[in-house]
């Protein structure tokens, strides 16, 4: 994709990939892994940097934009990088406008996926078509949000639908906390063994992307955990 991007944008593929380490040089998380990365990111590198993570979608919508039109001048497909995930693209069945937030909904799954290795970040299950990327901030309820995959937790489908349910949620500090209505409801032995068990224990936490804990607030504030 690097090549891919460079061509169409007429430049060489190492400047393309040395801009995307001058990003990774301002992420957080990069620098607090010990990766240091290159130290002459620009001025307007900082100010994309912060613009992006003020309103993640408005900023990942128009790249997105942006990045499909160099590839339909080039004769590419808007949305070939996620066709196995939206078939609907290739065979024309959706509007277009539910082609877009499909297209999106999968592209916030994948880098929420690809964050953390496949795997349930509570439970460890690594079956991906148990997987989802479960928002820690309802769709419903954050615009500018939606398309940021710190807003993501990777979770089985179990998970997920405690989480949503709000029988478990996950503290700013990465701590699962697990619902005491729940767990003094004289709960079955499955139930014990999938959620209750990992009260107090720690997620683990993704390569990229880490969960802001102000997101994970908001959800335990919402279901009185805080």
Known sequence: M????????????????????NFASLDPQ???????????ASNLDKMIWRELNDNWDSVATE???TYEQ????????????????????AEGKTSTAMVKVRVNQARFRRAVLTSYNSRCCISGLAEPRLLIA?????????????LNPQNGLCL??????????????????????????????????????AI??????????????????EFLEAHATRFRYL
């Open 196 to 213: 209750a068990s990992y009260d107090g224990s720690r997620i683990a936490l993704p390569e990229r992307f880490r969960p802001r804990p």
């Open 156 to 193: 089985s489908a179990l998970h997920d639908k405690a989480y949503d349910l709000g029988l478990i949620t996950i503290l700013p500090n990465y701590t699962v906390r697990v619902s005491r209505q729940f767990m003094d409801a004289g709960v079955d032995g499955f139930a014990r063994e």
């Open 2 to 21: 690097i090549r891919q991007l460079a061509k169409w944008i007429d430049r060489t593929p190492s400047s393309v990939a040395l801009k995307l380490v």
């Open 70 to 89: 160099f590839g339909s001048d080039h004769g590419v497909v808007p949305g070939t990088d996620v066709i196995e995930d939206v078939p609907e693209i």
């Open 63 to 65: 790249a997105a934009r």
């Open 134 to 146: 479960s928002h820690i901030v309802p769709w419903s309820m954050d615009t500018m949000n939606r």
């Open 30 to 40: 990069v620098r607090d892994s010990g990766r240091v990365g290159m130290s002459n």
